[in-house]
């Protein structure tokens, strides 16, 4: 041990740690500063980003025995409080610069450090600064963070008061289509919003900490599991295996329909029998210290018999391949596809045909913060279990038959979530802290490490995706041939519902009258498929987005007018025969159609041959619901002091649950005349909140707003009096009145038939996405320089959360084209590894144009946002690449070696 005297934030502080314990740690564990955040842990993301005698650095990476006495140290508590706060953190509130909010302290205490030194600095200066030092977000796209800056400095120099940062309510005291900002977010400039590690550094003395021992192969059988001199460690507490797993064992996967050939019950919550894939948890140690349940895990011994690995659909569906899951065939799910007539004869007498092969990759999430969580028995005797799920009821009864724990005695609570991108609409470690505190008896708690997280959380699910179109010689599309297979890993969770989704989105945003299709689920040793953002839209819509401008190339025609003929008009169904509930298509081409005339002269204004520009367009279109008659449920009360509190579980990945909330109650109970501040909110725990069903499919803007609003209207017609004035909670009491409505909602929807054809979604999101990139024809490297995305996401909640939205998700896009890939297991393990975007990857030069058409069935006219900006900027990347230079990229990421060979070939 050695004892270090430091001033923190001004103040003498004494700490007595490892030699060898990190500053990141010390600071943390010993000081209880948890602003500090540790997202990679080496060096990669700057969430943990401090000063250290005025030099920003990565507190992650110094050692405490290299810190000297005295040195100075700030964090962000040193930078402004909840009551106090800094221009640099009002304007990270203003321009909503902390969406999920984990890597807000690292940047904030880095803009200090840039703004004491350059206090004007150019939005480029900016960017060079957070690239320099490392800070990473996932969530905002940057442009947000680089607005708050320059936002901050105007502040600092004093030619901006803070007055001008503070949101006002407008005049009709409406917040509802404006900038107000999210509940949380003083919280998350402050460092005071916990996350799951700082609320694991507060558990209870007594509480253990878990270690896992996973597996170290892809595919295996265990012969043996031997955990007896892990268990005489000093301070292990006990080593838990299958065998304390009192019930399944297994996490449901919940088989959506009756063709899938396996039964769901295929993901070992800790491996019995069987290793399916890397990282697969064997046995968690349990453990006084993290360090003791580390040296544990090191002694569980595992004897396996190594079996072939399948890393991908095509060696997985060989016909020399095994069962991965014996008695059910790797290939386990088909998804048919046929809409209007046959289409063999259009193709044979059509004007023109195209056909391409497509691939899109086993994007990584990559959250900055890794999975985390906690459990223990509750005072009722329940088993408490805390994550990041955003789908807490759901979880709850996909675990509880494998823990052998009835769903009544299960809460399940979503601790403040540093992303998740989708990975958490699976549950990952839910079970496993709950096994873990079922047989210790005692709190338990599970850190991921980032490597952790990469490797043992799902994936998108690669596709393999064919397409043909058929069109007349002036492009009016015909018909369309298609084939897909989703390698989705060993786990089935979900697969089903995403080969749906090829069915539904290949082709879409187009009128194609003949459709014949055929998707297949495969079962691999790669890691399992999990929801991600745009969930089958990219994989679907990158092909088809691709090969409509391979058939404009063929027509002679200009990429954005094909698009334009086809586009949905009224009389026009989508791939399912759906007749689309709104047609803006073509205004939302109108509206692009002048920038994209700028560049395209820009670009031949600027090319050269080193260094090409190119400009690519492409169209994307989701839905906002789970399919079918998707439901959810909001209760809300109205308090003693005529306040009132909403009860939901509306997901909180990052995305803003709280101001979904808010803004729509606000607006619902507008007849209340309540302010803001009079709408408490208690969101995410199964105790008290009822099902509103996970944050995915962009659903719960519609969805549970729509519950939301239900709940709020039962309320305030409860309290309207004849004369048209309302009861207060006293009235209410008197007149005998409830004061807890229960509202529901159920989207106007039907589920698509063994056809791929139905009315699956009641609202949809609608975009097109405009890219201008340059590729060095040296490297091959490709920049993306400007993108402008229009957007339909029907009438807006709250401008900070869709713009917010937008831009984080064309940030992922970006990756998704051209940097993200989680293929070798040891290679992408790691941010930089894994093409994780940094600020320069991003073009600050990011525009949205907004079309509000009013949806009929959404709240106030809403529809969803969150994965529309992942449906497919993309192709627009990949279209502008080859318009840049001839070289096209049907597998994506386009490395720069892609590019090369194809700008050689
Ligand atoms: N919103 C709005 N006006 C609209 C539509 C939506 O203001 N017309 C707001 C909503 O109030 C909400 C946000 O935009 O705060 C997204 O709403 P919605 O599209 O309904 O999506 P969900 O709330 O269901 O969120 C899930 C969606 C998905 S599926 C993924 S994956 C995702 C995402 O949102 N993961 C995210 N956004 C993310 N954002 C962050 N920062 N981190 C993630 O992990
Ligand atoms: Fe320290 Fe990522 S740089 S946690
Ligand atoms: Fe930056 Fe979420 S707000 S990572």
Same mark, same amino acid.
């Given at each position: 041990m050695i004892k270090r005297t430091l001033q923190v934030n001004g103040v003498s502080r004494v700490v007595v740690c490892d030699p060898d314990e990190s500053l990141a740690n010390a600071l943390r564990q010993n000081l209880g500063l948890t602003s500090v955040k540790i997202g990679c842990g080496t060096g990669q993301c700057g969430s943990c980003t401090i000063l250290r005698d005025g030099k920003l650095v990565r507190s992650c990476t110094v050692k405490m025995k290299r810190v000297k006495n005295n040195t100075q140290i700030m964090t &962000?508590?040193? &930078? +402004? #409080?909840? !009551?106090d706060l800094h221009p640099i953190q009002m304007a990270w509130i203003a321009f909503g610069g902390a969406q999920c909010g984990f890597c807000s302290p690292g940047f904030l205490v880095s803009t200090y450090a840039l703004l004491t030194e350059n206090p004007s600095p150019t939005r480029e200066d900016i960017r060079d600064w957070f690239q320099k030092h490392k800070n990473v977000c996932r969530c905002t796209g940057y442009k947000p963070l680089v607005d708050a800056v320059m936002a901050a400095a105007e502040v600092m120099r004093g030619d901006k008061s803070m007055d001008d940062l503070i949101f006002k309510i407008p005049e009709d005291g409406r917040i509802w289509n404006t900038h107000y900002p999210r509940p949380s977010a003083v919280a998350k400039v402050t460092g005071t919003w916990d996350f799951g590690a700082d609320m694991g550094l507060r558990l209870p003395p007594g509480s253990l900490y878990c270690e896992l021992v996973q597996a170290e192969v892809s595919h295996a059988n265990i012969l043996s599991i031997d955990t007896a001199e892990a268990e005489t460690v000093p301070g292990v507490f006990k080593v838990v295996t299958h065998k304390d797993v009192k019930g399944k064992n297994r996490i449901t996967g919940l088989i959506t329909f009756p063709t899938n050939l396996g039964d769901g019950w295929d993901r070992p919550i800790l491996c019995d029998e069987k290793i399916f894939q890397y990282g697969d948890a064997i046995a968690i140690v349990c453990a006084d210290s993290p360090e003791a349940a580390k040296a544990g895990a090191a002694k569980v011994k595992v004897e396996i018999e190594q079996l072939p690995e399948y890393m991908s659909a095509p060696a997985a569906m060989a016909e020399d391949a095994i069962e991965i899951h014996p008695g059910t065939p790797n290939v386990y799910y088909i998804q048919k596809e046929a809409k209007g007539p046959d289409t063999k004869p259009i193709f044979e007498n059509a004007d023109v045909v195209v056909e391409g092969d497509y691939y899109t990759q086993r994007q990584p999430h990559m959250p900055i913060e890794p999975d985390v969580g906690f459990a223990y028995i509750g005072d009722e005797g329940k088993l408490v279990i805390h994550s990041k799920s955003i789908g807490i009821h759901l979880h709850l009864l996909m675990i509880a038959p494998g823990l052998g724990v009835e769903p009544e005695n299960m809460v399940l609570v979503q601790n *403040? #979530? +540093? +992303?998740t991108f989708g990975y958490k609409f699976s549950p990952t470690m839910e079970a496993l802290v709950g096994a873990a505190a079922l047989a210790t008896g005692r709190p338990v708690f599970l850190n991921y490490t980032w490597k952790q997280q990469q490797q043992y959380t799902g994936k998108r699910s690669p596709q393999f995706t064919t397409v043909r179109l058929a069109s007349t010689k002036d492009g009016k599309l015909l018909g369309m041939e298609t084939d897909w297979t989703v390698d989705h890993g060993p786990y089935s969770e979900f697969g089903d519902l995403l080969t749906l989704r090829g069915a539904q989105y290949i082709g879409s945003g187009y009128d194609i009258p003949a459709i014949r299709g055929e998707g297949r689920t495969v079962c691999t040793n790669h890691c399992w498929g999990a929801a991600f953002r745009g969930y089958g839209a990219p994989e679907a819509e990158f092909p088809s987005e691709v090969c409509m401008d391979e058939l404009a190339e063929k027509l002679g025609m200009d990429p954005l007018e094909l698009r334009y003929k086809n586009v949905y008009r009224k009389g026009s169904t989508t791939p399912t025969g759906q007749d689309p509930e709104v047609y803006s298509l073509p205004e939302m081409i109108d509206k692009v159609r002048p920038r994209y005339e700028e560049f395209k002269k820009y670009a031949a204004d600027n090319s050269t041959d080193a260094k090409k520009l190119g400009v690519g367009v492409s169209i994307g279109v989701y839905g906002s !619901?789970?399919? !079918?008659p998707d439901t959810a449920e909001v209760d809300i009360a109205l308090n003693d002091d005529n306040t009132v509190t909403v009860y939901s579980a509306w997901g909180d990945h990052g995305q803003g649950a709280d101001m979904g909330t808010l803004g729509t109650a606000h607006e619902a109970l507008r007849p209340l005349n309540l #302010?803001? =501040?009079q709408i408490h909110l208690m969101m995410g725990d199964t105790s008290f909140a009822p099902a509103a069903g996970p944050a995915g499919g962009s659903r719960s803007q519609v969805v549970v707003g729509q519950a939301t609003k239900n709940a709020c209207d039962q309320l305030v017609a409860a309290m309207k009096k004849p004369d048209g004035s309302f009861r207060t909670h006293e009235e209410m009491v008197a007149d005998g009145l409830e004061l807890l409505y229960h509202g529901k909602w159920t989207a106007p929807a039907n589920d698509c038939d063994a056809n791929g054809q139905g009315n699956p979604f009641c609202c949809y999101m609608y975009g097109v996405f405009l890219s201008l990139v340059s590729v060095d024809t040296a490297t091959g490297k490709t920049a993306v320089e400007k993108m402008v995305t229009v957007a339909d996401i029907g009438v807006v909640n709250n401008f900070l959360l869709v713009d917010g939205q937008i831009h984080g998700g064309i940030a992922q896009g970006i990756g998704l084209a051209l940097t993200e890939d989680y293929e070798d297991i040891k290679k992408h393990s790691n941010m930089a590894g894994a093409g994780m975007p940094y600020i320069? =990857?991003? *073009?600050?030069?990011m525009e949205i144009i907004y079309v509000e058409t009013p949806r009929p069935d959404g709240p106030f006219g809403a529809s969803g946002v969150g994965e529309m900006p992942l449906t497919a900027p993309h192709a627009a990347i990949i279209n502008a690449i080859y318009n840049a230079c001839g070289a096209r990229i049907r597998? &994506? *990421?386009?490395?720069p070696e892609k590019v090369l060979a194809a700008l050689k070939g």
């Open positions: &962000l508590e040193g &930078l +402004g #409080t909840a !009551g *403040p #979530t +540093g +992303g !619901g789970l399919d !079918g #302010t803001p =501040d320069k =990857d991003i *073009p600050d030069d597998h &994506l *990421p386009a490395y």
